[in-house]
Structures are given as structure tokens and as C-alpha cells.
């Protein structure tokens, strides 16, 4: 099939696909195909440091690249509470600020260290599905790209998806990697 030239039907211009013998096979409004109007310019990436972190942070590279993107990567630390802790005051969240995310930080550095992409680094406390979400507004990104492990059956009851809760509260869209997707060149 070929395209041909854009037509005109009444007030609007079309374009009409047909095949080599010149039957239409489809038509559609011109303005239906245009490119899209607005450009990726922010691009979150959830990292857990796991392989399917690092395949999801290679496509986050590789779009940030293309479109002249920058990239957020973002690590969530979940707080444990056991039962019968609850009435106690945390003390891992101060322990954590005060020690260990400047060490989390350093890590995701590393991660974008020797590229010529424009990234920040965000280590936050909290339930990460809640986190990220926050996180994506509060820096207006237009896309999260984010890995799945790929959990089926009593692992995905047992542990929950975060991704799929980042999916269905994510105020802009979300690009999945799965583990078993082709690796982004």
C-alpha cells in the first residue's frame, strides 16, 4: 500500500492510504496523524538498583537523548512498621536523613555519571507508589518510566504491584519495561 496525496473532502483535508492499484483502504482526518504538540522535556525514573531498574533507566536514556530530555531519578526508601510499633516514634527516618541518603544519592549520581543527559536525584521516605506519584507532580514530568519485576500469581498478591499502583495514580503517562522486554539500544 502507498499513501497518496492529502485530499480535500468538504472542509476538511484527509489522508487516504490505498494499495497499488489505487483502492482506498483507509482515510483519516490529516489532523488525526500530526505529530504530537508537546514535547517530553522531564522524565522520571523510579530505581531500586535492581537489573530491571537499570533496563528501565537505559530506555529513560535513550528517550531523554532523542527528545533532549532531563531525567529525574528518584529512589523511595519504605519504612517497616511492625506490629505493636506503631505507637513509638520512628526512629529510622532520622536515621536515614541524617546518615544514609547523601550514600543513595552518590549511588544514583553514579548511575547518570559519564553521560551527557541532565539529570537531578530525589531520596525520599515513604510508600513509593505515593512518593513517585508526588514527585511527578511536583516537578511537572511528562512521562515515568519505570521497570516492573514482573510478579505474577501469589508473589503479586503477597507483595502488591507498585508499578501498577504508580500506573493508576500517576498524573502524567507511564512507559512499563518488563523484565522479558527487548533492551533499548
Do not use: N
Not at 110 to 135: C, F, N, P, Y
Amino acid at each position: 500500500m502507498k499513501a497518496l496525496k492529502t485530499t480535500r473532502r468538504t472542509s476538511a483535508a484527509k489522508l487516504v492510504v490505498a494499495d497499488s492499484a489505487g483502492h482506498r483502504k483507509a482515510s483519516a482526518p490529516a489532523a488525526a496523524l500530526a505529530p504530537l504538540q508537546f514535547k517530553i522535556q522531564r522524565i522520571l525514573v523510579p530505581v531500586d538498583f535492581s537489573d530491571h531498574a537499570q533496563k528501565a533507566l537505559r530506555y529513560a536514556l535513550g528517550f531523554a537523548a532523542q527528545f533532549g530530555a532531563e531525567i529525574t531519578l528518584v529512589h523511595i526508601v519504605e519504612q517497616m512498621v511492625y506490629p505493636g510499633d506503631w505507637m513509638y516514634p520512628p526512629l529510622a527516618a532520622t536515621d536515614f536523613a541524617a546518615e544514609k541518603r547523601e550514600q543513595v544519592v552518590e549511588k544514583l549520581r553514579d548511575l547518570t555519571r559519564g553521560t551527557d543527559i541532565k539529570a537531578s536525584h530525589v531520596v525520599r521516605l515513604g510508600r513509593a507508589w505515593q512518593e513517585v506519584a508526588e514527585i511527578a507532580k511536583e516537578k511537572k514530568c511528562d512521562l515515568i518510566i519505570l521497570a516492573t519485576h514482573g510478579y505474577t500469581g501469589l508473589k503479586h498478591v503477597l507483595l502488591g504491584s507498585v508499578a501498577e499502583k504508580i500506573v493508576r495514580h500517576a498524573p502524567c503517562p507511564v512507559l512499563t519495561v518488563r523484565p522479558d522486554e527487548r533492551d533499548f539500544l
